[in-house]
């Protein structure tokens, strides 16, 4: 994929930077068995309280129903078409298998229409077939990641993002994630060969901010724009410094690590994303 710049005709598109997935993106939906109506909720909870501010609007969408845990196994699928899905960053691929049953998978780097997959515990380790971990080379660029057997995929789903499988030892699975972490992953875990598509997606310049009111965000008003009742970091007679550490507008401190002192998968950690070594 290249990435597509626009003449600078207009202020919206002097700057504009997109993925032209022309040559990828092959049809739209067409099954409309895995299409299901997708509710807008505009970031509100069940009594109509916001609870993820600077969301509302935006376009209409269909969820698309993924298949993260490759649940059809020893059964060979022919990819009929690579397609755009509105909710999330990655391509997904369109499935028949030879039983006749179609289903959505994400689409790895590389794969393309025509290409045969398979999903089983013994299978070869080709681009798009998955498989336990346990039945994958050491060195290998995995996605879509179990954490627990026969829960779904869950680690490495966005554009461009891999795991590396780095050993097997009793039991469990050494991989290295997105992140940096190094943790341990059981063994029978599902992992499917190759990173996801897209990896383009974070060199994207929106360009205009009607292009991010078409995603369903809206506006976001600075701290310090605001008067001191409204925000930790608002007042003063005149543009001035935060003076002291960044809040949100509940005055909690930005960046804080909310992750719990005791957690059960801390024994799983090897490195943490920060480089350091965890002592067990």
């Not at 690590?257 to 998968?265: C, L, P």
Request: glycine residues 12%; aromatic residues 4%.
């Amino acid at each position: 994929m290249v990435l597509k710049r626009y003449k600078p005709t207009t202020p919206g598109s002097r700057h504009t930077v997109l993925v032209d997935d022309r040559m990828v993106v092959t049809s739209k939906p067409t099954v409309k068995s895995l299409l299901v109506a997708k509710t807008s909720v505009s970031g509100r909870r069940g009594e109509g309280k916001v609870c993820v501010r600077h969301r509302g609007g935006g376009e209409k969408r269909k969820y698309r129903i993924i298949d993260f845990k490759r649940e059809i196994r020893g059964i060979p699928a022919v990819v009929e078409s690579i397609e755009y899905d509105p909710n999330r960053t990655a391509y997904i691929a369109l499935l028949c298998y030879e039983n006749g049953v179609k289903s959505y998978i994400l689409s790895p780097q590389g794969l393309k229409v025509g290409d045969k997959v398979i999903a089983g515990d013994k299978v070869e380790p080709k681009i798009g077939n998955a498989m336990p971990l346990s039945s994958i080379p050491v060195g290998t660029i995995v996605h879509n990641v179990e954490l627990i057997p026969g829960r779904g995929g869950q680690i490495a789903r966005s554009a461009g993002s891999y795991a590396v499988l780095q050993g097997i030892d009793n039991g469990y699975a050494q991989l290295k994630m997105p992140s940096g972490e190094i943790r341990l992953v059981p063994e029978r875990c599902y992992a499917t060969i190759g990173s996801v598509s897209n990896p383009e997606h974070s060199l994207e310049k929106l360009g205009k901010a009607g292009r991010k009111r078409h995603m369903g965000i809206r506006p976001t008003v600075r701290g310090k724009a605001m008067y001191a009742e409204a925000h930790p970091h608002g007042g003063g007679e005149a543009r001035g410094v935060v003076g002291g550490p960044a809040k949100d507008i509940w005055g909690h401190l930005k960046g804080k690590k909310t992750r719990k002192k005791r957690k059960t998968s801390d024994k799983l950690i090897l490195v943490r994303r920060t480089g350091e070594k965890v002592k067990h």
